[in-house]
């Protein structure tokens, strides 16, 4: 149990029945809002791979450590109005939203559906990671099997913080969601998928 970070691949996406785990739906209720917005409309969802640890194909992490820290530093390092849109969504798109979409459409886990743009959330997660120096290079950038939930709970992320010390390595837990939302907002834009909480 707990709460899951995953890629949607287009059965899901599209699907009409909601006791299957369809989206249908808010796929729905986006088109709507991004035609009165004068966008085009996302349905060029791919299908969903496999989930093999490595391939970089799908993505599922959990939200295992507590928030606290990572809300610190949101509060220190980004507005209100950007901390809303990093830490608000329940729906990541690989599209480019000036402003996100909010959706009369509840889920398990709120009432509403806030949308967000995956490169707006990368630039803001860019800015977390560059003020506390995340070791991107060493994290795992594949998140196909909770890779990044291991490597920082039970990998290799106590040891390096050790061997190359900085502001990411005060708080691992803080750390972790840097790097959960930098991996999940990359990969809705490499793959072309959308994201959400499972």
């Known amino acids: ?62 939200l295992v450590p507590p928030m606290d820290g990572f809300s610190a530093l949101c509060r220190t390092h980004l507005s209100r109005e950007e901390e809303e849109v990093l830490c608000g969504w329940s729906v990541l798109v690989p599209l480019s939203l000036d402003e996100e979409i909010r959706l009369p459409l509840g889920s398990a886990y709120t009432d509403a559906t806030m949308v967000a743009g995956a490169p707006q959330v ?18 795992p950038a594949a998140c196909d099997n909770l890779d990044l939930t291991m490597w920082f709970l039970e990998g290799p992320a106590k040891e390096v913080a050790a061997a190359r010390p900085g502001p990411w390595s005060e708080d691992l837990d803080a750390a972790f969601y840097v790097a959960l939302y930098l991996r999940a907002a990359q990969h809705s834009l490499r793959r072309g998928c959308p994201m959400v909480y499972s």
Do not use: C, H, N
């Open 122 to 139: 990368l630039g803001l997660v860019e800015r977390l990671a560059a003020a506390v120096e995340l070791p991107v290079d060493v994290i």
């Open 1 to 62: 149990m707990g709460i899951y970070l995953v890629s949607v691949g287009a059965q899901e996406w599209f699907d009409d029945d909601e006791d299957e785990g369809g989206r249908g739906a808010l796929t729905s209720a986006l088109g709507e809002e991004l035609s009165r917005r004068g966008l085009p409309p996302y349905e060029s969802v791919p299908e969903a791979a496999d989930l093999v640890r490595g391939s970089g194909m799908s993505f599922e992490e959990k």
